[in-house]
């Protein structure tokens, strides 16, 4: 058969070259990588074998099975799986683009100790390629179950791999290593040692639901012994709390997520009746790099009566917890089932109700027992959770009780509402927030100015989805959500009649001017006004209490939809001398055309001070440089 030689990618190559030079400290995952790499090929034949019967593919005896050649220093790990085909090998071993490469290198030159570099391996699909921390080299052959002809997979794991086609390869696949030297010094253990396979295999896959088999080593003299299982098989999810130890759950999570760290939290759910099922969850430490990108997979599997059906169920939780990662084995559904059909199940309906507030109801407790552990969830899935607040109006009140949100009450203790209504002043009715890119940015905004002179607390949100949420909530407690920034504020709580004859008069001393300059900025204002919640900029913009915030705006024009341009409404200071000043030079001049460059320059700065972009930067520049000329 013709061989045919390929270059890495680039990138690839700068991964082989990480992997090999020892960045990995313990070298013992390989083997769990490869192992479980071989389990996901049986649990897809089983699956491919159950949808079509005329399949030509052996399932009588699926098994994985360790070989080990003492002499020759050869490791073999191979499964009678659903293997691959010659183009498959190409895409999924000899690149591993669509792995994550370019976020798997940033964050491994970035891990800061060996456990986090470690963690890095099976987070972005490329297990594999750990066999070459142990191996100078290393061979796949594959056959995909129902085709003829197997592929010859070679490398050293340099610049260049080797690609054939093979009439004699069994169904499934089979990779060989050619180890390195043992190296204790360096955690390069002796992986031709029986007792050293049995060891990491017990360690990370005494769970797995195939049987790893291994032939133990044989004594002068005797017969040729058969082969032994190395792993309990024992699926973990129906065995008794008290019978699984916190190590195995974290085993069972690692294989699952390929995240090698620790989950936050385990959750165990037995649900017995007219439908039965078991499910065993686990809320991650961190999130996945790519949790808000459209490809992300979540990480529910699917098993009936203990049979792997689906590897990641969108039906089972909603979008918002699509961090979740665990099992749910259920009694009751068919064998033969699709996404579609789950989709409209009212079984699984049930179970995603059931399942949804069990989780929520563990963050809950996590909130009430552990605020450290509190704070890492939050950190890290306090954005996607705060989508359901949108998307799901039955969960709205359980997730109000688990979220919290930075405020101005403390720059490092997050708040949750229940605590912003305790805090609130005699006579506030409503919760202030506003909305921005960053606690910096909104905490200097001039819509701030009168809540702080006021020490009124308000919410600093700075997620993109709390533009959405704040209105689909739209109170809490009967205590209405308000932004800062939309609508009228008064914050004088009862009617002071010295105050209203105040307001009056400056509404009448200004009126000429807020007329003329409706006027002179008509394409991009709507309406000009005196401002209750300026105390020391000149001026702000604000949206009507219904319109679109600029940032919704721009975040439904980002996903497509056509959105008709808001105008704004410009409040100013009439307490601040620059429209003091204006003021007066409105009232004195006939000709007022000079003043209308003043007024953009004003209008333009209050958009500049909210954190937006003046509309002609160009014109902007231009007129700030004349008038710095005309005062030099």
């Known amino acids: ?56 593919a ?50 491994l030159r970035e891990a800061q100790d060996a456990a986090g570099a470690e963690g ?7 297990g594999f390629y750990s066999g070459f921390m142990v191996a100078d080299e290393v061979t796949l052959v594959t056959r995909r179950a129902g085709e003829s002809q197997g592929t010859r997979w070679t490398s050293r794991g340099e610049s260049t791999y080797t690609l054939e086609k093979v009439d004699d390869a069994p169904q499934g696949t089979s990779v060989t290593l050619h180890l390195k030297p043992a190296d204790p010094e360096n955690q390069l253990h ?61 085993e069972l999570y690692k294989h699952i997520s390929h995240d090698w760290r620790e989950p936050l939290e385990t959750i165990r759910l037995q649900a017995e009746g007219t439908f039965e099922y078991q499910a065993l969850l686990f809320v991650p430490s961190h999130a996945p790099h790519d949790l808000f990108t459209r490809d992300f997979k979540r990480g529910v599997q699917l098993y009936v009566k203990r049979v792997f059906i689906m ?7 909603p979008p918002y917890l699509r961090f979740v990662k665990g ?46 552990r509190y704070a890492t969830f939050w950190r890290e899935f306090g954005t996607v959770l705060k989508e359901g607040l949108v998307t799901d109006s039955e969960n709205r009140d359980a997730i109000l009780a688990v979220a919290s949100f930075a405020t101005t009450h403390a720059e490092d203790e997050p708040t949750t509402l229940a605590q912003y209504v305790e805090r609130m002043k005699d006579g506030q009715e409503d919760i202030y927030y506003i909305t921005g890119e960053s606690r910096q940015s909104i905490e200097n905004s001039p819509h701030m100015e009168a809540f702080r002179d006021k020490g009124i607390e308000v919410l600093l949100l700075t997620d993109a989805v709390d533009e959405v949420w704040v209105d689909a909530v739209g109170e809490y407690e009967g205590k209405k959500l308000r932004s800062v920034a939309k609508g009228e504020i008064d914050l004088d709580g009862e009617k002071d009649e010295k105050a ?45 209490a219904h319109d679109l915030t600029p940032a919704l705006e721009n975040m439904y024009r980002a996903m497509g939809q056509e959105v008709p341009r808001t105008k704004r409404i410009l409040e100013l200071n009439p307490d601040h001398l620059l429209v003091k000043n204006l003021n007066q030079a409105y009232k004195e001049r006939e000709d007022r055309s000079g003043l209308v460059e003043s007024a953009e320059l004003l209008h333009t700065l209050a958009v500049l001070a909210e954190g937006g972009q003046p509309k002609d930067p160009a014109r902007f520049v231009k007129l700030v440089a004349d008038r710095l000329e005309r005062t030099l």
């Open 58 to 107: 052996d399932v009588s005896d699926l098994h994985i099975k360790i070989d080990v050649d003492k002499e020759a220093r050869i490791l073999t790990v191979r499964d009678n799986g659903i293997g691959m085909s010659y183009d498959e090998v190409g895409q999924l071993i000899g690149t591993i683009a669509n792995s994550g490469t370019a976020g798997f290198l940033k964050e």
């Open 500 to 544: 209203d004859g105040e307001r009056e008069k400056q509404a009448e001393e200004y009126a000429g001017l807020l007329g003329w300059m409706r006027e002179q900025l008509d394409e991009d204002i709507k309406e000009v006004r005196l401002s209750a919640r300026l105390t020391v900029s000149p001026a702000c913009v604000v949206s009507d």
């Open 311 to 317: 590897d990641d169920c969108e039906a089972l939780l």
């Open 1 to 56: 058969m013709t061989t045919e030689t390929f270059e890495f990618q680039v990138e690839a190559r700068q991964l082989l070259q990480l992997m090999i030079h020892s960045v990995y400290s313990n070298k013992d995952v390989f083997l769990r990588e490869l192992v479980s790499n071989a389990s996901d090929a049986l649990d897809k034949l089983r699956l491919e074998k159950l949808r079509d019967d005329s399949l030509d």
């Open 327 to 372: 099992v749910v084995d259920a009694q009751d559904l068919s064998l033969n089932v699709s996404r579609e059909i789950l989709q409209q199940d009212r079984h699984i309906r049930m179970m995603q109700r059931r399942l949804t507030k069990k989780v929520l109801s563990t963050v809950k407790e996590i909130k009430t027992k552990d605020a450290d």
């Open 190 to 250: 002796d992986y031709t040692s029986p007792w050293t396979i049995k060891e990491i295999v017990k360690r990370y896959s005494d769970f797995i639901t195939w049987p790893i088999r291994m032939v133990p080593e044989q004594g002068d003299g005797q017969d040729a012994p058969e082969p032994e299982t190395l792993n309990s098989m024992k699926a973990l999810w129906a065995r008794s709390r008290d019978e699984v130890s916190d190590d195995e759950y974290h």
């Open 120 to 126: 890095l391996i099976g987070q972005f699909g490329v």
